[in-house]
């Protein structure tokens, strides 16, 4: 059975193979084909003629938009009044700008951590005190435990004297 689909196996793989071939290589192949069948009237050496063309030359960016090439970044922004404030600002006042933004900034998110916290040391306060509540509940469950257990020892205690005390006047239990 083995040998059998290994056959059928490399037999799937010949015909994808060849069919692969076919697609890749058979318009190229058939192009060539038809242009061998239509060339045959006329010589391979004869080519066709210069083309005659009356276009216009293409247009240029000074033809289609011309003030744009005047245009310098120098111009750029002369005529806003807020854009040039900016502009005339020294560097060293723009990097003190900067650093009072990045102040600003890390006092918020300090400020944020900061809320952060305080909300969790109230929650982690909170759940210590339900902690404590809950080992005191257990404390006071096991006491009573262990009183109860006491009790019921002591009630054996006396049940087992008084069965003895029955049995020595003749009583015959289970």
Known sequence: MSRRSGAC???CLVVLAVTSALCVSGPALYWRY????AGTGRSRS???APCICDCPPPLSLHNIAP???NLSITDCGKHDLELNKE???QFVDLLSEELKLQEVIA?????HINTTLLGAKRLASQYQKEAEKCNAATETCEEARERAEAALIKEKKITALWERRA???GWRGS
């Open 34 to 37: 038809k242009k061998g069948f």
């Open 67 to 69: 003030g744009l090439i």
């Open 107 to 111: 006092e918020e998110h300090t400020h």
């Open 167 to 169: 049995r020595q006047f």
């Open 9 to 11: 196996v490399r037999c």
């Open 87 to 89: 502009m005339e600002k």
């Open 46 to 48: 004869t080519t066709c």
